[in-house]
């Protein structure tokens, strides 16, 4: 317990000399990351003095250090656990995460009802042609169990049933777009920015006869999104730090960031999420 | 290399010294040679702070390892003990360890696939990597024209300093796609099969560099003397050059498979990381045993590590229980490294 006390002074003198300095620490998802880097180059362009330090790490890592005040701002793909919820840190939810099942180009088909995708995932369907494709055997290419990815397609996809076994993992989005382009009859479940990247390679399918693009989330029809979250920490973060990443964070949320920097990076406004919530 | 240069003149200086050493000090005003002496005693003081710094570089080398063990010891012990920093149940040695089930969501989390898969992929790589490590060994020491021994000695070389992504991507856009299409009827053939040959094919390189010095530095009078005494090249070879290598062949191969043991980027990108995979082995039925345990997409301790690690939240008992696997490939390197010392000073002896 040496080691760790010691690890966690460490930690702490980290985040503490800088808070001196009026500088606003980020941590957690490597998704969520580059666009967060973005906006605090942005921001600190008109905000000189303010120093915005992002760094990775993972969704959970971000949770775990924001909650421990190792962190100003913890950015997460995935909603804190109950647990880390009674600690008092306080949800913000940045941008919209569209994501979209794929498949490789072959399978011949190119939309799913909800009810097959979800029997696709949890093994009820096997073959391509059950659901009006080519003969080919479905391959499943699932990410691991912790994954933020894996969490938001069981929720939306699967509704919360358990995947089948008979599935391959993979980590990386990018590994993943690879496994499903070189790989006859996968399917999988990506961030929509990779089937930009991997055009021709692998295909988008439709979900409940929506396509995931700007209209089909905006309207409401297309359901299969997320939220890219950020956590701050009032009762462990220095209250001037705590205003600046504050302010910082309202500036990810105005119109004119949303408007063009989240929609380039491949993300959504969070406002269409309310207007959805509006029209419902 | 500088350093024992001006060592000469100050021994040969301080002998004449030494004896009037007194008599200098009490008359400071004389002229004396003092440069060559101050010099001198600066250069032992520098030779003081330099044994110093080997000695500290030395204990920082054990410290660290020492730090590594007790660091995932402590870790690892709070997935079985109510330990600080817990914030969920604690499982006893049995769930972990003779368990085949691991779902952590469910609060399953048997690691024996995951040991079985290490034992498996390393155990089938170093099939293929040792014999064909050693052979090419004895071919580039003892079969082969110099040219052609000075070319393999420098590809052997290069193909050791090849970073392991890039025999993983390698695996992962082309072997992987023409074997599943030649085979298995465009079934995906990530698995045992290809990541051990992945694995071999990264390890070989270190079995032959090794094997070769090892035969190289075999006295020639070994292979001049039985083939004086009638024996065909195979049979020098075979009866007198490998039995005479043996110990250093043996370290060759170890140092092989704790390269293959440890790797995770490779493997994990051609295996199919499904920790399911011994339930699954039972459910399918359409290949025979064999086929299907080469190509049923499995997982290691090293791969499972690096995609779960970092997304899981630390003091949990699937975070502690990833340590203690950590721990276990540990104990695992340091008992194989252990293990072949032992063997290897046998052999001398």
Redesign the interface.
């Known amino acids: 317990m040496k080691i760790r006390s010691l690890v966690l002074a460490a930690v702490a003198a980290f985040a503490l000399t800088p808070a001196f300095a009026q500088t606003v620490t980020v941590m957690g998802s490597t998704a969520l990351g580059p666009l967060v880097k973005q906006a605090a180059d942005d921001y600190m362009k008109s905000h000189p003095g303010v120093q915005i330090a992002v760094s990775g790490g993972g969704s959970m890592t971000g949770l775990n250090q924001v909650v421990s005040g190792g962190c100003t701002i913890g950015i997460s793909d995935v909603f804190a656990t109950p647990a880390q919820d009674k600690t008092g840190i306080v949800n913000h939810n940045l941008v919209i995460e569209p994501f979209t099942l794929i498949a490789n180009p072959h399978v011949g088909v190119s939309s799913l009802t909800p009810q097959q995708a979800e029997d696709i995932w949890t093994g009820k369907i096997t073959n391509w042609n059950q659901v009006g494709g080519t003969n080919v055997r479905i391959v499943r290419i699932n990410r691991p169990t912790s994954s933020g990815t894996r969490a938001v397609l069981q929720n939306t996809v699967l509704h919360g049933k358990p995947f089948s076994d008979n599935q391959l993992i993979q980590d990386a989005s990018g590994t993943v777009a690879k496994m499903v382009a070189s790989t006859p009859g996968a399917i999988s479940f990506i961030e929509l920015e990779f089937v930009n990247l991997y055009k021709g390679r692998i295909r988008g399918i439709a979900y409940n006869g929506a396509v995931c693009d700007k209209q089909g989330v905006g309207s409401g029809k297309y359901t299969l999104i997320s939220f890219g979250h950020a956590y701050l920490n009032p009762g462990k973060t220095n209250p001037q730090v705590l205003k600046v990443a504050q302010d910082f964070l309202n500036f990810i949320l105005s119109p004119q960031f949303q408007g063009t920097t989240v929609l380039k990076a491949g993300y959504m406004p969070v406002s269409y999420v309310k207007q959805l919530k509006a029209r419902l | 290399m500088a350093e024992p240069m001006p060592d000469l003149p100050e021994t040969t200086l301080d002998a004449p010294l030494l004896p009037d050493g007194l008599a200098r000090i009490a008359t400071q005003g004389t002229p004396c040679p003092t440069p060559v002496f101050r010099q001198s005693h600066l250069h032992r003081l520098a030779d003081r702070w330099t044994h110093l710094l080997f000695l500290a570089c030395t204990l920082l080398v054990v410290l660290l390892i020492g730090?590594i063990l007790?660091?995932l010891a402590?870790r690892g012990a709070g997935a079985f003990f109510p330990?600080?920093?817990n914030?969920d149940k604690v499982v006893t040695f049995r769930e972990v360890f003779l368990s085949t089930n691991w779902?952590?969501?469910d609060g399953h989390f048997g690691i024996v696939p995951f040991i079985a898969g290490t034992l498996a992929v390393t155990g089938l790589a170093l099939l293929v990597a040792a014999p064909t490590g050693v052979l090419t060994g004895v071919f580039i020491a003892k079969v082969a024209p110099p040219w052609m021994r000075n070319v393999m000695r420098q590809v052997m070389d290069l193909l050791v300093g090849i970073p392991s992504v890039v025999y993983g991507i390698f695996g992962?856009?082309i072997i992987?796609?023409m074997v599943?299409?030649a085979w298995l009827a465009?079934?995906?053939a990530?698995g045992f099969a290809v990541s051990a040959a992945i694995l071999a094919v990264m390890i070989v390189p270190t079995v032959v560099s090794l094997s070769t010095d090892a035969f190289e530095s075999l006295p020639s009078s070994l292979d001049e003397g039985s083939q004086a005494l009638g024996s065909t090249r195979w049979q020098a070879i075979w009866r007198v050059l490998i039995p005479a290598a043996r110990p250093r062949l043996l370290t060759a191969t170890v140092l092989g498979l704790g390269r293959a043991i440890g790797e995770a980027m490779a493997v994990?990108?051609v295996i199919?990381?499904?920790?399911?995979w011994m339930?699954?082995m039972r459910?399918a039925t359409d290949q025979t045993p064999v086929l299907r345990f080469l190509f049923t997409?499995a997982?290691t301790l090293t791969t499972e590590l690096?995609?779960?690690l970092?997304?899981?939240?630390?003091g949990s008992t699937?975070n502690n229980v990833l340590f203690a696997m950590g721990l276990l490939l540990y104990l695992m390197t340091m008992l194989l490294i252990l293990a072949t010392r032992r063997l290897g000073r046998q052999e001398h002896a």
């Open positions: 730090g007790y660091f402590a330990l600080a920093g914030t779902d952590p969501g992962l856009t992987l796609p599943g299409h465009d079934a995906p990530a994990q990108m199919g990381n499904n920790p399911q339930l699954l459910q997409p997982a690096v995609q779960e970092p997304n899981t939240a630390s699937w």
